[in-house]
């Protein structure tokens, strides 16, 4: 018997995509590398806080006032000025990037396993489980997410876990849309019915089968979805629903300064550009991270 | 534009000249050249061929004409593509090569469906090529387009002109697609696989219409296909593709009298024939491998405000037959015929009723988890290897998952379970790291037949197992499978569409439509002496790899294309068979 089709060589072993392989595209690219910077950077200041902030943060210092009592612009004493009690704004955006990485990390972690369980079961299971859950998450998506984040945030008492349940609440839609969507195309795909016919359990067909095709997407939408986390916590702290006072959050420092904004825009300005690049590097590196690991795409950059 | 002369066969007028062309694709090993120095003439009203199985690059030939290459994957590296005059298209840049399209040279492709834009009617599908190329004016162009319909046979045209793509049947759209590409009346016209996704009987019809057209308006055919029957049916001269570079070029009947080089020798001695296949050893009919009796599968349709079920679509409908061990039956018809329906009930994929036995044991009424043990003894290879391996699992892992699922083996006995299924299907068991994309199409066939192995079925149900190969590479597999058969004495439950491949492995042969068998029996009874209708056509419609072989245009089909769907409450009439002579079953002609 001739075999020859099984003895053509096939197309060299493709280079293997483990973890430091993707490190090393990211740092390749511009983009992705200034997001990675930024965010090293910025958990570096949150995981160092108390040894790199030059103030104590709830310190209201006397000399961080002028004699009319108005805060200080930057100089070279308070690098980024000081606030209306006194206070160094440096140092409290410091402390602040704490409360908003744990805000991104925590309420995007819950925000995508919830989102991931309802998409993928909706996605698999389809009938009326499917119709019942998905039917659910449009009521979450048509809902303004603002107002549902203010009442939820207003019933319960403010603090840095409610916050982050409040936005994880509000930010799992996305997530199990997209997921749904992407496990209905591969529920019917041929393999899938390969593994029924063998006989796989359910659960072996998800776990197997089914997550790791959808690995990818749930990395990329849980990067781009911290920044929409760390932005609807500034928000609500804005709006005086968030972190609460004295711990400071780049939301609640904008929050407390803004009838300032015209005497002292610093105030104002500085956590703004903090939240914004925060956002912008979280954004660069997830949109980075779906070209890479898209392997659709592969040879293609 | 066109001129009408008889130009006839005596004096050859090139229209396209191809010279030295290369085309290079962008890889992440860098570029890689899939078309070499490909040189070649194209005659005022011929049909030339390129054959060649995938990968030989007769497509991107087709797409290098047409300017049509995948930017910036794909680009022409070297020669010159000219029109008769002098007009050079490589390297033409995007709005001279727009003018060129449609208005001279145009293209239909394989798949019909997703070459129509699905939200616009074909009326202004039509005419919007009429509009953009300025061939009428805006008040001509319904009338123009209706034309062009008739042109191409459809029936009902003026029905048609308000309809979408997913209203017509694949064969209307590949001919509306072919009024498309004539709507300007283009000098060339170039076919890429276009019968390819139809089935037989609708692709005779469709490479009669080319014939008819090409007659009529002295169109130049460039015919891109895989398959030799449509090259000698079709073709005034061929050109045989291997790996991007031109193996033989020669008149239709030359290559298949008498082909030069070696590879079109083995290309031509590939392909499946009818009536060639040797006969097969007859099997012991004492037991029943598997053993089906009035097999059923509806699918609800919904409907209506509440979305309630307002109709059934009887997929299959009493379906009875038996396969012993070591025989095979084959499945044939059209698409939509409830074919795959029946091999995905064997494996309780889909919803059915009736009885299914499996080695003498009953699989209906099973709870999921009484069914497990049965299931071992069916098991499926399905169409396409490409699409039923996981791409993110290495393939070792994923043969060894059904003796891992039924807790057969682990540990090293598991790992030697799979070496063995490696060599048992002709692949290297180093080979078990890889991943699916790492391997060719036939390779990856293999992988899903050592898999299918693994639980040591009694039975296998083929669902078009071979289609999606190249035919050198279905004759190896199909051996495969015959090997197997003769020395594990499996039962197949081969379904498939292509007639020659069936008169190649069926031991008996049962002939569906509309999810009833029209006809069973052995397969010298059925394919040699067909006395059904439908079977008669299904044969009819075969094209014969040999161009001195004239082929009798397809017999018509016997009264309208039945539906299998049916409202609620309403059976399907069930066919009445006769055994004609023995074991020769036929469905009563009046059904």
């Known amino acids: 018997m001739v075999m020859s089709d099984a003895t053509i060589a096939p197309p060299p072993v493709a280079r293997k995509r483990n973890a430091a392989w993707v490190l090393r595209e990211l740092l390749r690219r511009p983009r992705s590398a200034f997001g990675l910077t930024v965010i090293v950077l910025m958990v570096g200041a949150a995981v160092l806080a108390p040894w790199i902030m030059p103030y104590d943060p709830n310190d209201q210092m006397f000399d961080g006032l002028s004699l009319e009592g108005a805060p200080l612009p930057p100089s070279a004493k308070f690098w980024l000025g000081t606030d209306l009690l006194g206070r160094d704004l440096f140092s409290r955006l410091i402390l602040g990037t704490q409360t908003s990485l744990i805000i991104g990390v925590l309420a995007n972690g819950i925000a995508v396993v919830l989102g991931a369980t309802v998409g993928i079961t909706a996605g698999y299971f389809g009938g009326w489980i499917g119709g019942v859950l998905m039917r659910f998450t449009d009521l979450m998506m048509a809902f303004p997410a603002l107002l549902l984040a203010i009442v939820l945030a207003a019933i319960f008492k403010p603090s840095l876990l409610i916050v982050a349940l409040v936005i994880a609440m509000v930010n799992w839609v996305q997530m199990a849309r997209v997921l749904y969507t992407e496990t209905r195309s591969l529920a019917q795909r041929e393999f899938i019915d390969v593994q029924r016919a063998i006989g796989s359990s359910t659960w072996r067909i998800l776990g197997r089968h089914i997550f790791p095709h959808l690995v990818y997407s749930i990395i990329v939408f849980g990067t781009l979805g911290i920044s929409t986390t760390v932005l609807l916590e500034a928000t609500l702290s804005y709006l005086g629903v968030g972190v609460q006072p004295p711990t400071p959050s780049w939301g609640n420092i904008i929050f407390e300064n803004q009838t300032y904004f015209a005497n002292a825009p610093w105030l104002v300005f500085f956590p703004g550009l903090a939240i914004v690049l925060l956002a912008l590097s979280f954004n660069l590196l997830g949109d980075v991270l779906r070209d890479t690991l898209d392997p659709k795409l592969k040879g293609r950059h | 534009m066109t001129a009408e002369e008889n130009s006839g066969r005596a004096a050859p007028r090139p229209v396209l000249t191809v010279s030295g062309l290369s085309v290079q694709v962008a890889t992440p090993e860098g570029a890689k050249t899939v078309v070499e120095d490909l040189s070649f003439t194209l005659n005022h009203g011929e049909t030339l061929c390129l054959a060649g199985e995938s990968g030989s690059g007769k497509s991107m030939t087709a797409l290098a004409i047409m300017g049509l290459l995948p930017y910036p994957m794909a680009r022409i590296s070297a020669g010159s593509i000219r029109l008769a005059d002098g007009t050079e298209l490589a390297g033409a840049s995007e709005r001279a090569l727009r003018k060129v ?16 834009n699905p939200v616009m ?240 044991q009953q699989m209906a009424g099973l709870s999921p988890r009484a069914l497990k043990p049965i299931r071992r003894n069916v098991q499926m290879v399905f169409q396409d290897p490409g699409a039923s391996l996981d791409a993110r699992m290495t393939v070792g892992k994923q043969v060894a998952e059904p003796l891992v699922v039924h807790g057969l083996a682990s540990g090293s006995e598991l790992q030697d379970r799979v070496e063995w299924l490696f060599r048992r299907v002709g692949l290297p068991p180093d080979h078990m790291d890889r ?19 693994a639980l040591r079925p009694k039975a296998i149900v083929a669902d078009e197992s071979v289609s999606a190969l190249d035919v050198s590479v279905q004759a190896r597999v199909l051996d495969l499978l015959r090997e197997l058969q003769e020395e594990e ?15 190649q492995v069926a031991d008996r042969v049962a002939v569906m439509n509309l999810g009833q068998i029209v006809e069973t029996g052995s397969r010298d009874q059925v394919l040699r002496d067909p006395q059904h209708s439908y079977t008669r056509r299904l044969l009819s419609a075969v094209p014969i790899p040999d161009p001195t072989h004239l082929r009798p245009p397809v017999l018509p089909r016997e009264g309208p294309v039945g539906s299998p769907v049916r409202p609620l409450g309403e059976d399907v009439t069930r066919f009445a068979m006769q055994e004609i002579a023995p074991g020769h079953w036929v469905a009563d002609r009046a059904a």
């Open chain 2, 101 to 116: 399209r449609a208005m001279r040279i145009s293209m239909i492709f394989q798949e019909p469906m997703t070459s129509l």
């Open chain 2, 121 to 360: 009617t074909i009326g202004r599908q039509l005419s919007e090529v009429l509009l953009e190329h300025k061939v009428c004016t805006r008040a001509e162009a319904p009338g123009r387009a209706l034309e062009l319909l008739r042109d191409v046979q459809i029936t009902e045209a003026e029905k048609r002109l308000g309809q979408y793509p997913h209203e017509l049947s694949g064969g209307m759209r590949q001919r509306v697609m072919i009024a498309i590409a004539l709507a300007c009346s283009p000098e060339i016209l170039i076919a890429d696989e276009p019968t390819t996704a139809l089935d037989v009987t609708v692709q005779a019809e469709v490479l009669e219409l080319i014939r008819a057209l090409q007659r009529e308006h002295g169109t130049t055919v460039l015919m891109i296909t895989h398959d030799m029957g449509v090259v000698a049916e079709m073709a005034d001269r061929v050109i045989v593709l291997r790996n991007g570079r031109q193996e033989e070029a020669a008149p239709v009947r030359t290559l298949f009298a008498a082909p030069e080089t070696p590879y079109a020798r083995e290309l031509l001695d590939a392909v499946p024939r009818i009536g060639e296949a040797p006969a097969r050893p007859a099997p012991d009919r004492v037991r029943h491998t598997v053993d089906v009796e009035d097999l059923s599968v509806r699918f609800p349709m919904r409907g209506g405000i509440l979305n309630r079920v307002t109709a059934q679509l009887h997929a299959v409908e009493g379906v009875d037959f038996r396969i012993a061990p070591g025989e095979t039956l084959a499945l044939v018809g059209e698409s939509g015929c409830g074919k795959s329906t029946i091999g995905k009930a064997l494996l309780s994929l889909v919803p059915w009723q009736g009885s299914i036995r499996i080695d003498g």
């Open chain 2, 435 to 453: 991943f699916p994309h790492e391997f060719s199409g036939g390779q990856r066939q293999r992988i899903c037949i050592a898999r299918a192995l």
């Open chain 2, 489 to 503: 004495g499996l039962a197949y439950l081969f379904i498939s569409h292509d007639m020659a491949v069936i008169d």
